[in-house]
């Protein structure tokens, strides 16, 4: 069974409201605190009107990490036509300190969320501080990190645009091209709400081709009749839904590292609650306090990003 934790983060991550205010007023980054994310999704129907009192409340009020980073690497932005996609797509490469590019590192491929684009896959900071990152005072083990545009669809096949495809045919070959994910180095994913979703069925889709994944506020349904109600365009059918569902897939993730994190005031936390039932023996579920919000997707960074830096080392 997974293992259930309140937290896995050091005792100095929290800090007060006032140091959190002054943080983002310094230009840390655009981390609003009622969630302006949040309030997209509530705009688009993929979450209910509760996550807006939830913010009023305070219910999704989650303390700022203190974070801090190394000098950071080089990265590299451009676009290139997918076929998958039918479309041309943007991707950021970042490298971590004293690595550039030609040089052979394990991989993250980090999923963006419902309504966000390869430069904002990532919240309150950018690709090249992810793998800059100092957790506990300490470097992450090298890692390169990928961004890349995959659309509203859920990262699963839809009509004309196949998004999962794009990142396991194309973007993944092309960054093993650059020496990034070969063998020995692994392959780890890792997203936010819909990408949080598409890490975990990329994983169970393509066994063999991950060895780490970090979920958070994953946006998980636990039938097709939810998802269509809340989300018609998330999944093109019933069977798209079925072949796509986490949980029911979920033996696929043997032998994979996993991470899962999500607030208990999420919207989608009754479907990662059932997720994490299922988990395999000695996967990590944080389930503590926190919304479908910035703050919480913030939160849970570090740590996940520490988690895949110890299972692709």
């Not at 004293?98 to 969320?113: I, N, Q, T, W």
């Not at 180095?185 to 819909?194: D, E, F, L, N, V």
């Amino acid at each position: 069974m997974p293992v259930d934790a309140s937290d896995d983060r050091p005792a100095s991550m929290a800090i007060s409201r006032r140091r959190l205010l002054y943080w983002i007023a310094g230009g840390f980054g655009a981390v609003a605190v009622g969630s302006v994310a949040g309030l997209e999704l509530v705009n688009h129907g993929v979450l209910p009107g509760k996550q807006l009192l939830d913010q009023l409340d305070g219910a999704c009020s989650v303390p700022a990490p203190t974070v801090s980073f190394a000098p950071v690497g080089p990265s590299e932005s451009s676009r290139f036509h997918s076929a998958a996609r039918r479309r041309s797509v943007g991707y950021t490469i970042a490298y971590p300190p004293g690595h550039e590019s030609g040089d052979e590192l394990a991989l993250v491929v980090m999923l963006h969320g419902f309504g966000d684009d390869h430069t904002t896959a990532l919240k309150g900071m950018t690709p090249a501080q992810a793998v800059a990152l100092r957790w506990n005072g300490q470097p992450l083990t090298p890692m390169a990190l990928v961004t890349v545009d995959g659309g509203d669809g859920y990262w699963n096949p839809h009509r004309d645009d196949d998004p999962m495809a794009m990142v396991v045919d194309e973007l993944i070959p092309f960054c093993q091209r650059k020496g990034l994910g070969v063998a020995p180095h692994r392959i780890g994913m890792m997203g936010i709400s819909m990408g949080g979703y598409g890490a975990l069925a990329i994983a169970e889709s393509n066994p063999g081709l991950v060895a780490a994944v970090a979920a958070i506020s994953p946006a998980i349904w636990t039938s097709y009749a939810q998802a269509h109600d809340a989300n018609a365009g998330a999944f093109a059918s019933r069977s798209a839904f079925s072949a796509g569902d986490v949980i029911a897939h979920v033996d696929s993730l043997q032998g994979v590292a996993v991470r899962v994190a999500s607030g208990v005031d999420d919207p989608f936390h009754p479907g990662v609650e059932a997720l994490v039932k299922v988990l395999p023996e000695g996967s990590v579920s944080i389930l503590s306090a926190g919304c479908h919000t910035d703050p919480f997707f913030l939160d849970q960074e570090p740590p996940s990003l520490a988690f895949l830096s110890h299972h692709l080392a």
